[in-house]
């Protein structure tokens, strides 16, 4: 077992004394660090931006036009059948519901492109995903509805992943991942 010493009798310390800068640590002054540059966004990502938050708005329009399809919707129901032992006040509320579910993902749909669009744009490679993944759901969605406006946004949505996914894009995402 060690005694503690007496500090009277420890030598004398010296004071701090920082060490030299590390080699490319300052710049030629022997000042501080400079901030590092910001990473230039792509004229790529940049309109696949823009294109997600078209896509986005007009899965929202989409879904709100679907309220105005009632009678449609109505005369869908009927003719696929199904309708049996309801009573027409719950067949009409089982339309309201499914045009109301209907509306309510489309929204949440539109709102979640846009949101993983703004995070996209920052270059976070997750929402590079997402998009990729709800753009596929979306695409084939529209397409298949075979309306004018579907056909639109399947469109628009085709575009913005290719855009998301052109070598000046990648290599901002890949930029953006070494910096981080």
């Not at 230039?40 to 879904?63: C, D, G, H, N, Q």
Request: net charge positive; proline share 7%.
């Amino acid at each position: 077992m060690t005694t503690p010493q007496d500090p009277e009798h420890l030598p004398p310390q010296q004071p701090y004394a920082p060490g030299s800068p590390p080699v490319g640590g300052y710049g030629q002054a022997g000042g501080p660090p400079e901030a590092p540059q910001a990473l230039s966004e792509p004229k790529e990502l940049r309109l696949s931006f823009w294109l997600w938050i078209t896509a986005a708005a007009l899965v929202a329009l989409t879904s709100l036009l679907v309220m105005t399809q009632r009678e449609s919707a109505t005369e869908a129901a009927r003719r696929a059948g199904g309708t049996q032992g309801l009573t027409e006040e719950q067949f009409q509320a089982a339309v309201t519901a499914s045009l109301l579910f209907l509306l309510v993902l489309g929204l949440v749909m539109g709102g979640l492109l846009a949101f993983f669009a703004v995070k996209a744009r920052a270059g976070r490679g997750w929402a590079r995903v997402a998009l990729t993944v709800l753009g596929a759901l979306v695409f084939v969605y529209n397409v298949l509805g075979f309306s004018l406006l579907g056909l639109l946004t399947g469109l628009v949505v085709a575009v913005a992943m290719v855009t998301l996914h052109l070598p000046a894009t990648k290599q901002h995402f890949d930029a953006v991942k070494r910096a981080g």
